[in-house]
Nanobody
Framework: QVQLVESGGGLVQPGGSLRLSCAAS????????MGWSRQAPGKQRELVAT???????NYAGSAKGRFTISRDNAKNTVYLQMNSLKPEDTAVYFC????????????????WGQGTQVTVSS
């Protein structure tokens, strides 16, 4: 089966930076799209950034210009570099992978990680 594990969250001051990582494990042949979403208490989950295999990135308006998504397909890993962090960026960040093809021939439509907490506070 496929598992996704996020890492890199923590506590930072406003204006600081964090780099999140998410590694997908399993006998994976390829992943169509990887991305990041976040959810703050009392709010709906919000899409932050996505990156399909063709490399055409997409960002939420609140993230564009501050966040950068990247992928290492050989490692089945997606990253989110977050700069100029604001208190409103505080949330649990989740990575996801869509269109997962396994060596066995199985196909997963999607999978989500457990999330990593990002807290931006002075």
């Amino acid at each position: 089966q496929v598992q996704l594990v996020e890492s890199g969250g923590g506590l930072v001051q406003p204006g600081g930076s964090l780099r999140l990582s998410c590694a997908a494990s399993g006998s994976i042949v390829s992943i169509d799209t990887m991305g990041w979403s976040r959810q703050a208490p009392g709010k709906q989950r919000e899409l932050v950034a996505t990156m399909p295999s063709n490399g055409m990135t997409n960002y939420a308006g609140s993230a564009k210009g501050r966040f950068t998504i990247s992928r290492d397909n050989a490692k089945n890993t997606v990253y989110l570099q977050m700069n100029s962090l604001k208190p409103e960026d505080t949330a649990v960040y989740f990575c996801n992978a869509d269109g997962i093809r396994l060596l066995s021939g199985s196909y997963y439509f999607g999978a989500w990680g457990q999330g990593t907490q990002v807290t931006v506070s002075s």
